[in-house]
């Protein structure tokens, strides 16, 4: 097809009067004359400027939102208000009709759970045309930043024959029909007759993985689907998210967290700096939001604030059981605020996650050294016999953005642990080897990618930063 120019670069262009040629889709047509035309490469769209005398009516007609188009005109400063330059239209074609009477996009105020029903549409609008450039931002700088320190890109398998993990419910993978599965003479299902001659299912994590990377290039991430079937129906959690993995090798929990603070704050810093335009739209789109709210839940800082306050802040690093000691010290557990109960050993509810970094703290918290029973079995153990080197990076809004820790070497001690839980350990021989042939210290952290996007995007709803949402009874589009 013809050659066109992005309206991003439009934009940016000196207007000199010269020939462009743009292609989009319609924002909206008005008093015969005004084009507003977006193509998604910005915020900002570029309008287009029609001679209503040469205009044929029967193609004024088709110039309806949503309608694709191509426009050929010459590029000049706009008089107008709100925009540098403009487009006086010589010709204007339409490319794809789009039905005024069926489209339910309209140029007005849609709210996110409407746009919701109708993913494949939403894509189109201000708000979601922001969100999924940072988000695309986000995945590029996460790459740029290992790549940078030498880690590889490890692409751990999205089939997994391991259940071991146990970080969360999973999803089996199966050719088996489910009229009449192959039995066993025992009467359990065969799965020897299955695809893969076992059970099979959808991955929570490429952690076990990456470990095995770690131990042949030293410093490796993973970034991939991960999928949980939790029946968990938050603003915080989706069945399929993406997570980003990194895993060190010859490190301890200290240069875990260093790495994981760095990356964050690498992160909010190539959007505060890269892409101001989107952020500014998405800024202005929450203050509206928290305007509607009652005055005692709003927040004191704008979206750009809160991302500035993390970056300038070094995060707060405690012991678990430095913050449960702050937890039953704090107003709101003696006057019984707290619905979930708080003392050594419960696993934290995002009310106290959130009570220590919103209230408390006023910053991103690293919690180190959880109780080994609420904790996986691969963590490293402490001498103390009760804890061991797990991190959980909690932010503000968010609760738990990062989840890690420093992993147990010890062939012995892992033994042990696994046996302690019942683990199968000798479907866990590939992973036990690591420690058998040449074992080191290691570490590393799980980063879920959505939330990142949530913080960083101000976004309430972790549906509303991934095209296409999957969540408990919902898996359209
Ligand atoms: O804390 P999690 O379960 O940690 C792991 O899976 C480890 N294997 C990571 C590692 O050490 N390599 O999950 C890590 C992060 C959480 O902190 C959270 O940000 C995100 O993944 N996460 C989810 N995001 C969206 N929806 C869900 N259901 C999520 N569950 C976890
Ligand atoms: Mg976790």
Redesign the pocket.
Known sequence: MEQRIKVRELLETEPRGQEVVAMGWVRSFRNDQFIVLHDGSCPGPVQVVVDPATLDPAMASRLTTGASIRVMGNLVPSPGKGQRVEIRAKEVEVIGDCDPARYPLQPKKHSLEFLREIAHLRLRTNTFGSVFRIRHALAIAIHRFFDQRGFIYLHSPIITGSDA?G??EMFRVTTLGFDHPPRKPEGGIDFREDFFGKPTHLT??G?LE?ELGAMAFGDVYTFGPTF?A?N?NTA????E?W?I?P?MAFCDLEGNMDLAEALLKDLIRTVLEGHAADLEFLSGRLSEEERQRPMVERSPMGLTEKLRFCLDNAFERLTYTEAISILIASPDFKKKKFRYPVSWGVDLQSEHERYLVEQHFRKPVILTDYPKSIK?FYMRQNEDGKTVRAM?ILFPGIG??????QREERLDRLEARMEELHLPREEMNWYLDSRRFGTCPHA?????F??LVQFVTGMGN?RDVIPFPRTPKNASF
Do not use: K, P
């Open positions: 993990e970080a969360g929570v994590s952690q990456a949980r939790e968990s915080r959690h989706l069945a998210f997570m993995e895993e996986a959980d738990e953005m990062v989840g890690g820790s590393g952290f799980g980063l879920g959505e939330r972790i």
